[in-house]
């Protein structure tokens, strides 16, 4: 651990800022009607639909796209390249406002959260659930990530005894760090098995958790990237454009290997002749493969990702198509029988509106006041290296 | 290639193979039928659409009745109609009806109509008590009765996801909801009696039983011809109530008989059930899949152990690698100085 | 009007019914009323009420009836007579010439014969036969004998004869409660007695006969097709059992009072239980209204008034009129609903449920990916500098060594 982390300092209360801080109230306004007047005076939850946005955007996505942190440490630790070491508290800090977030829309959307902690007591739990397993894991990687993100919080509070003994354990929570998402990860795809035919017949699958791992993966490095960029773009970091072309070169493999087994496994099981029937839902399975193919396409050829633009666009495409992939599957492609429709509520849009925003104002807060990006590195310096 | 590697890929291949290793990770068998199971026969040709099962159901659950004011004002009468359009959060039983062109003749395809009465299917494999996570779902052992436990449930509406039936529904108009189904009037069923509706049906269209029973009674019926005059038992069908009707003819399937690996709700009618709007559930439950593909990946949590003790192991040689390199300057990996290089 | 001196010396037998109203206290105003009423019953437009009014007055063309007794309690013309309802038997029987009538007539013996062979010689071809009973097939019809004849045998006589033929009450209609099992008489009613025993009209044309079922028949269904007839000159159309439409064409259970029960389910359990005594609909205690044509509802029985129908003093309805049901069904049995007419109130197989998308929520998503666009391509354009300079600081970079 031998790079430099700084906090970048400057001003937190900008108008950026203050435009998140808006978004928040409203939201924060639409949250309290919700726990006074019942999830459907803010919602358009129904019996068809029980699950909407809150779950398929601020959990399925939320935390697929909060898989930076997991993706990086994978990288590192697993595959050992050692050279992205720098990135990676950036990488877990956005995994820790996602899945933390998850976890407060969670109880947003959950009927009867003030017995939420029924799951973790022993005599409730249902083995056989797959929501069981999510929930488990899916609270205990939020804590994992609170401590592995700990030793910045710490160091910004120069608590060194605790630092010290947070980092002689941390081996073992960053290898936990690496299971569990793999764990919860797919199983957030197994989730629609037990929906058998409410789910089109092009996203249910039998292999449906390896495929929610493997765009959880890739949406992981699309967000490093596309959080790096942000950063540049916004925070007037230097771009890593070496270090984050890498990266990006990683993605394309990862999309080829999902759309490989997604279509084989299609063809297998012959549910590939839903493509020719009317409808969206062949539109959709095309407009998510395109999206994938145009990352593949460009980040294939090692000029073409070397620029940022094409990073940014690639990585754009890469998230969309992912978060496209669980919407179609969770939403819009799930189908619980004539007569059921869901379009999103007014509240429970600016609900999740204000839950992306106090990510990002949590991100601005923790990339100013903690030492979380590396001290000064320009682009131009890796370049040469 | 280094070492951490290659131990990490010893450990997760041995973790895969358990986990895909064909012997322990068996499909789970179907669930079986318990053994003092219950159940109610729904026969369409004998409903008259009275309704009395909905008023009984309503009266028994204190159930409030939806209001349709401005047909109330046109009738000029108040709380005489139950205004509820399908199943809800105050609806556990619902009659609903299938006309086709011009629903002359009942319990006919074409140019006829036919009630169906909907409610808890109170499978023999329920994908709900699958997917709850917290057991607030539950089939009774003997009755077989798939009961809702609020002191349990979290309210996060999975079981509504994986019913194919779309059965529990969730009280989203109120700030400390429910889940809402039919539980075959459990009280009744302790005290000896019979579920609310079976006991208002007054023509045995809804008939309460032991499930092997109305099976063999649901066959017996798929066996009458139309035209014939026939004894159809009322309210139970193990009681004295009897009662003559003419046979209208069925169409040759009980649904739920196999559906979704059985339900101990069955129903009969006159007009094939997709027309009923009964859904294309295949004769296994998804909660069987779903639990093997679950299973199979978390056998005894063997796999998931392995993996992890890999994980550990090869994070612990990166990072110690790692601190003892920047510590005392040792030799470590080729890609470890690499990244080195960068600094 | 003609309301000549003349006619109030004489007020019982004026040319004109209205002559008679003050006779019976009967208000011009009630008569008109009446009128109205009984249109409606016949199913004709209210327009047609003149009309209706010019036949009920002009009692000139009155048409001779020969009214038979056969097998029969003589309840139908007791209802007839006993009518609470003012003036119905009084116009009923000065709207026609009742020449033979075995309970009417004053006659009697072979006087009473004697009346029935003149008005026969008299009306060949034009009198209504009216029958009230049911016919006795067993044995030679040997169970019941009017002047040492056998129903058959005045059948046979009479029938051929007659222009039309009124079968009054349900044994005469279709056997009524002497047909219940054992029937040991072999009771029929009049249609089947005509078609068993091949009575013809004397041309060989088959003898029209519209039947009136009900134990008794209601005395104002009689009136009511009576009129009919008086005032349009033909038969009104008839079912497949010879019934009049207007009076039995729907159910008793679609026009019921307590229908709105039925629909939402209330029933009465038992006789005197809380559903019964708020007017709960009566299915369950066996009312065969659903499976009984009838008008029942809309102009009660017998002609008492005040709701007084079976079902409107709460006794499940009896299905008295109804071939099948009547006698042949136990009361408490209960009834094949037969028009199970899917009310509106039905919900269909698939409900439209809301949830679907809003102006505001389109609105606030359109803002939302609008401004992700406005971002994204913000970024692109300042992605777009920096990688400007960079390619510009490389090549000079590159530059720099040589």
Same mark, same amino acid.
């Given at each position: 651990?031998?790079?430099?982390?700084?906090?970048?300092?400057?001003?937190?209360?900008? *108008?950026?800022?203050?435009?998140?801080?808006?978004?928040?109230?409203?939201?924060?306004?639409?949250?309290?009607?919700?726990?006074?007047?019942?999830?459907?005076?803010?919602?358009?939850?129904?019996?068809?639909? $029980?699950?909407?946005?809150?779950?398929?955007?601020?959990?399925?996505?939320?935390?697929?796209?909060?898989?930076?942190?997991?993706?990086?440490?994978?990288?590192?630790?697993?595959?050992?390249?050692?050279?992205?070491?720098?990135?990676?508290?950036?990488?877990?800090?956005?995994?820790?406002?996602?899945?933390?977030? #998850?976890?407060?829309?969670?109880?947003?959307?959950?009927?009867?959260?003030?017995?939420?902690?029924?799951?973790?007591?022993?005599?409730?739990?249902?083995?056989?659930?797959?929501?069981?397993?999510?929930?488990?894991?899916?609270?205990?990687?939020?804590?994992?990530?609170?401590?592995?993100?700990?030793?910045?919080?710490?160091?910004?509070?120069?608590?060194?005894?605790?630092?010290?003994?947070?980092?002689?354990?941390?081996?073992?929570?960053?290898?936990?760090?690496?299971?569990? $998402?793999?764990?919860?990860?797919?199983?957030?795809?197994?989730?629609?098995?037990?929906?058998?035919?409410?789910?089109?017949?092009?996203?249910?699958?039998?292999?449906?958790?390896?495929?929610?791992?493997?765009?959880?993966?890739?949406?992981?490095?699309?967000?490093?990237?596309?959080?790096?960029?942000?950063?540049?773009?916004?925070?007037?970091?230097?771009?890593?454009?070496?270090?984050?072309?890498?990266?990006?070169?990683?993605?394309?493999?990862?999309?080829?290997?999902?759309?490989?087994?997604?279509?084989?496994?299609?063809?297998?099981?012959?549910?590939?002749?839903?493509?020719?029937?009317?409808?969206?839902?062949?539109?959709?399975?095309?407009?998510?493969? !395109? =999206?994938?193919?145009?990352?593949?396409?460009?980040?294939?050829? %090692?000029?073409? *990702?070397? *620029?940022?633009?094409?990073?940014?666009?690639?990585?754009?495409?890469?998230?969309?198509?992912?978060?496209?992939?669980?919407?179609?599957?969770?939403?819009?492609?799930?189908?619980?029988?004539?007569?059921?429709?869901?379009?999103?509520?007014?509240?429970?849009?600016?609900? /999740?509106?204000?839950?992306?925003?106090?990510?990002?104002?949590?991100?601005?807060?923790?990339?100013?006041?903690?030492?979380?990006?590396?001290?000064?590195?320009?682009?131009?310096?890796?370049?040469? #290296? | 290639?280094?070492?951490?590697?290659?131990?990490?890929?010893?450990?997760?291949?041995?973790?895969?193979?358990?986990?895909?290793?064909? !012997?322990?990770?068996?499909?789970?068998?179907?669930?079986?039928?318990?053994?003092?199971?219950?159940?109610?026969?729904?026969?369409?040709?004998?409903?008259?659409?009275?309704?009395?099962?909905?008023?009984?159901?309503?009266?028994?659950?204190?159930?409030?009745?939806?209001?349709?004011?401005?047909?109330?004002? +046109?009738?000029?009468?108040?709380?005489?109609?139950?205004?509820?359009?399908? =199943?809800?959060?105050?609806?556990?039983?619902?009659?609903?009806?299938?006309?086709?062109?011009?629903?002359?003749?009942?319990?006919?395809?074409?140019?006829?109509?036919?009630?169906? %009465?909907?409610?808890?299917?109170?499978?023999?494999?329920?994908?709900?008590?699958?997917?709850?996570?917290?057991?607030?779902?539950?089939?009774?052992?003997? /009755?077989?009765?798939? *009961?809702?436990?609020?002191? !349990?449930?979290?309210?996060?509406?999975?079981?509504?996801?994986?019913? $194919?039936?779309?059965?529990?529904?969730?009280?989203?108009?109120?700030?400390?909801?429910?889940?809402?189904?039919?539980?075959?009037?459990?009280?009744?069923?302790?005290?000896?009696?019979?579920?609310?509706?079976?006991?208002?049906?007054?023509?045995?269209?809804?008939?309460?039983?032991?499930?092997?029973?109305?099976?063999?009674?649901?066959?017996?019926?798929?066996?009458?011809?139309?035209?014939?005059?026939?004894?159809?038992?009322?309210?139970?069908?193990?009681?004295?109530?009897?009662?003559?009707?003419?046979?209208?003819?069925?169409?040759?399937?009980?649904?739920?008989?196999?559906?979704?690996?059985?339900?101990?709700?069955?129903?009969?009618?006159?007009?094939?059930?997709?027309?009923?709007? =009964? $859904?294309?559930?295949?004769?296994?439950?998804?909660?069987?899949?779903?639990?093997?593909?679950?299973?199979?990946?978390?056998?005894?949590?063997?796999?998931?152990?392995?993996?992890?003790?890999?994980?550990?192991?090869?994070?612990?040689?990166?990072?110690?690698?790692?601190?003892?390199?920047?510590?005392?300057?040792?030799?470590?990996?080729?890609? #470890?100085?690499?990244?080195?290089?960068?600094? | 009007?003609?309301?000549?001196?003349?006619?109030?010396?004489?007020?019982?037998?004026?040319?004109?019914?209205?002559?008679?109203?003050?006779?019976?206290?009967?208000?011009?105003?009630?008569?008109?009323?009446?009128?109205?009423?009984?249109?409606?019953?016949?199913?004709?437009?209210?327009?047609?009420?003149?009309?209706?009014?010019? +036949?009920?007055?002009?009692?000139?063309?009155?048409?001779?009836?020969?009214?038979?007794?056969?097998?029969?309690?003589?309840?139908?013309?007791e209802s007839l007579l006993r009518a609470t309802h003012p003036t119905v038997e009084t116009l009923l029987l000065d709207l026609i010439s009742f020449d033979y009538s075995e309970t009417l007539l004053a006659a009697a013996g072979h006087q009473a014969e004697q009346a029935l062979h003149d008005s026969l010689d008299k009306n060949k071809g034009q009198f209504i036969l009216v029958v009230e009973g049911s016919v006795p097939l067993r044995d030679g019809g040997i169970y019941c004998k009017i002047a040492d004849k056998t129903p058959q045998q005045m059948l046979h006589e009479i029938a051929p004869h007659a222009a039309a033929a009124v079968a009054i009450g349900s044994c005469a209609s279709w056997g009524g409660v002497q047909s219940a099992a054992p029937n040991p008489t072999g009771a029929v009613g009049l249609p089947e007695a005509l078609r068993i025993t091949g009575i013809t009209k004397t041309d060989g044309t088959p003898l029209p006969v519209i039947t009136l079922p009900g134990c008794p028949a209601s005395p104002y269904n009689l009136l009511a097709t009576v009129l009919y007839y008086l005032t349009l000159k033909k038969l009104p159309e008839l079912d497949a059992k010879g019934r009049p439409r207007f009076a039995y064409g729907h159910l008793i259970h679609d026009h019921c009072e307590r229908r709105p029960h039925f629909d939402a389910g209330r029933f009465a359990e038992q006789f005197g239980d809380a559903g019964h005594r708020q007017g709960w609909c009566l299915y369950k205690l066996g009312c065969k209204g659903p499976e009984t044509w009838a008008n029942c509802p809309a102009i009660e029985f017998g002609d008492v008034g005040a709701n007084t129908w079976p079902v409107g003093i709460g006794h499940p309805?009896?299905?008295?009129?109804?071939?099948?049901?009547?006698?042949?069904?136990?009361?408490?049995?209960?009834?094949?609903?037969?028009?199970? /007419?899917?009310?509106?109130?039905?919900?269909?197989?698939?409900?439209?449920?809301?949830?679907?998308?809003?102006?505001?929520?389109?609105?606030?998503?359109?803002?939302?990916?609008?401004?992700?666009?406005?971002?994204?391509?913000?970024?692109?354009?300042?992605?777009?500098?920096?990688?400007?300079?960079?390619?510009?600081?490389?090549?000079?970079?590159?530059?720099?060594?040589?």
């Amino acid at each position: 651990m031998s790079e430099v982390y700084r906090p970048i300092g400057g001003k937190l209360l900008t *108008r950026h800022f203050y435009f998140m801080g808006v978004l928040v109230l409203i939201g924060a306004f639409f949250m309290a009607r919700r726990f006074i007047f019942g999830i459907g005076d803010v919602a358009n939850l129904s019996d068809g639909f $029980p699950w909407g946005i809150w779950i398929t955007y601020d959990v399925v996505t939320g935390t697929a796209i909060a898989c930076g942190g997991y993706a990086m440490a994978l990288l590192v630790y697993i595959f050992n390249r050692g050279q992205f070491h720098p990135m990676i508290r950036a990488a877990l800090l956005t995994s820790v406002f996602g899945y933390t977030l #998850a976890g407060l829309s969670i109880v947003i959307d959950v009927g009867r959260y003030w017995q939420l902690y029924n799951v973790f007591l022993p005599q409730y739990a249902n083995l056989n659930s797959v929501m069981l397993e999510v929930a488990l894991c899916v609270t205990l990687y939020t804590l994992v990530l609170w401590i592995e993100l700990s030793p910045a919080i710490l160091e910004a509070m120069k608590d060194n005894r605790h630092l010290r003994q947070v980092r002689h354990a941390l081996f073992f929570f960053i290898g936990l760090g690496i299971l569990l $998402p793999t764990m919860h990860q797919s199983s957030l795809g197994s989730l629609l098995l037990i929906a058998g035919y409410k789910v089109h017949p092009l996203w249910q699958t039998n292999i449906i958790p390896l495929l929610f791992l493997l765009t959880a993966i890739t949406m992981g490095y699309a967000m490093v990237v596309f959080e790096s960029l942000y950063a540049a773009v916004n925070l007037d970091r230097p771009i890593e454009t070496d270090l984050l072309s890498k990266i990006s070169a990683i993605i394309p493999w990862l999309l080829i290997l999902y759309l490989v087994l997604r279509i084989s496994d299609l063809v297998w099981t012959g549910a590939i002749a839903a493509l020719l029937k009317p409808g969206p839902e062949p539109l959709l399975f095309v407009l998510e493969t !395109a =999206l994938f193919l145009y990352a593949i396409v460009n980040l294939l050829h %090692k000029e073409r *990702r070397i *620029r940022p633009r094409v990073l940014f666009w690639t990585a754009l495409a890469t998230i969309l198509g992912g978060s496209l992939y669980r919407f179609d599957a969770f939403l819009i492609a799930y189908n619980p029988g004539p007569g059921w429709q869901y379009f999103p509520g007014v509240g429970e849009i600016l609900i /999740t509106l204000a839950i992306i925003a106090v990510e990002i104002m949590a991100y601005l807060f923790f990339v100013k006041k903690m030492p979380i990006l590396l001290a000064a590195r320009p682009a131009r310096l890796g370049a040469k #290296a | 290639m280094n070492i951490d590697r290659r131990a990490f890929f010893k450990i997760a291949a041995a973790g895969a193979a358990t986990a895909l290793c064909p !012997a322990p990770a068996a499909a789970r068998p179907p669930k079986e039928l318990p053994p003092e199971a219950v159940g109610i026969l729904y026969d369409a040709t004998l409903c008259i659409g009275c309704k009395a099962c909905e008023v009984a159901c309503k009266a028994e659950n204190d159930m409030p009745m939806a209001h349709d004011t401005p047909l109330e004002r +046109a009738h000029g009468v108040a709380g005489t109609w139950d205004a509820d359009n399908d =199943l809800n959060s105050r609806t556990m039983t619902k009659i609903k009806v299938y006309t086709s062109g011009t629903a002359a003749v009942k319990d006919r395809e074409e140019d006829g109509f036919s009630f169906i %009465k909907r409610s808890c299917m109170h499978c023999v494999d329920p994908n709900c008590i699958s997917a709850c996570p917290v057991s607030a779902l539950t089939k009774d052992p003997f /009755t077989g009765v798939v *009961r809702y436990n609020p002191d !349990a449930c979290i309210g996060c509406r999975y079981c509504q996801l994986a019913c $194919p039936f779309n059965i529990p529904k969730f009280e989203y108009d109120k700030a400390f909801p429910k889940i809402v189904k039919c539980q075959l009037c459990p009280d009744r069923l302790a005290a000896g009696g019979i579920p609310a509706c079976c006991d208002a049906c007054p023509t045995g269209a809804s008939l309460f039983g032991r499930l092997p029973d109305l099976l063999t009674e649901a066959h017996r019926r798929l066996t009458f011809k139309p035209g014939e005059q026939q004894q159809y038992p009322v309210r139970r069908l193990d009681g004295d109530e009897q009662r003559k009707a003419e046979v209208t003819g069925y169409h040759p399937k009980v649904y739920g008989e196999t559906e979704s690996g059985g339900t101990q709700y069955l129903m009969m009618a006159g007009v094939p059930f997709d027309k009923l709007g =009964l $859904p294309p559930v295949g004769d296994t439950s998804r909660a069987q899949l779903s639990e093997t593909i679950q299973h199979t990946l978390y056998q005894g949590m063997v796999a998931p152990t392995l993996l992890l003790g890999g994980l550990v192991f090869a994070v612990y040689r990166r990072t110690h690698a790692e601190q003892e390199d920047a510590s005392e300057g040792e030799e470590s990996t080729p890609e #470890a100085r690499e990244g080195r290089r960068d600094e | 009007m003609n309301r000549s001196a003349a006619s109030r010396r004489e007020p019982a037998l004026g040319p004109y019914l209205s002559d008679q109203l003050d006779v019976y206290g009967i208000s011009r105003r009630r008569f008109i009323e009446f009128a109205l009423g009984i249109t409606a019953t016949l199913g004709l437009p209210l327009g047609m009420s003149g009309q209706v009014l010019a +036949a009920l007055e002009d009692t000139k063309a009155r048409p001779t009836v020969i009214w038979l007794h056969f097998q029969e309690c003589t309840g139908c013309t007791e209802s007839l007579l006993r009518a609470t309802h003012p003036t119905v038997e009084t116009l009923l029987l000065d709207l026609i010439s009742f020449d033979y009538s075995e309970t009417l007539l004053a006659a009697a013996g072979h006087q009473a014969e004697q009346a029935l062979h003149d008005s026969l010689d008299k009306n060949k071809g034009q009198f209504i036969l009216v029958v009230e009973g049911s016919v006795p097939l067993r044995d030679g019809g040997i169970y019941c004998k009017i002047a040492d004849k056998t129903p058959q045998q005045m059948l046979h006589e009479i029938a051929p004869h007659a222009a039309a033929a009124v079968a009054i009450g349900s044994c005469a209609s279709w056997g009524g409660v002497q047909s219940a099992a054992p029937n040991p008489t072999g009771a029929v009613g009049l249609p089947e007695a005509l078609r068993i025993t091949g009575i013809t009209k004397t041309d060989g044309t088959p003898l029209p006969v519209i039947t009136l079922p009900g134990c008794p028949a209601s005395p104002y269904n009689l009136l009511a097709t009576v009129l009919y007839y008086l005032t349009l000159k033909k038969l009104p159309e008839l079912d497949a059992k010879g019934r009049p439409r207007f009076a039995y064409g729907h159910l008793i259970h679609d026009h019921c009072e307590r229908r709105p029960h039925f629909d939402a389910g209330r029933f009465a359990e038992q006789f005197g239980d809380a559903g019964h005594r708020q007017g709960w609909c009566l299915y369950k205690l066996g009312c065969k209204g659903p499976e009984t044509w009838a008008n029942c509802p809309a102009i009660e029985f017998g002609d008492v008034g005040a709701n007084t129908w079976p079902v409107g003093i709460g006794h499940p309805c009896f299905g008295c009129a109804e071939q099948g049901v009547g006698f042949h069904k136990a009361l408490h049995e209960q009834a094949d609903v037969e028009s199970v /007419t899917p009310p509106s109130l039905f919900p269909e197989i698939i409900t439209k449920h809301a949830g679907g998308v809003t102006v505001g929520a389109a609105a606030v998503t359109g803002a939302i990916a609008g401004g992700a666009v406005v971002y994204a391509l913000g970024a692109n354009e300042k992605l777009k500098q920096v990688e400007a300079e960079s390619t510009a600081v490389a090549k000079s970079e590159a530059e720099e060594p040589k």
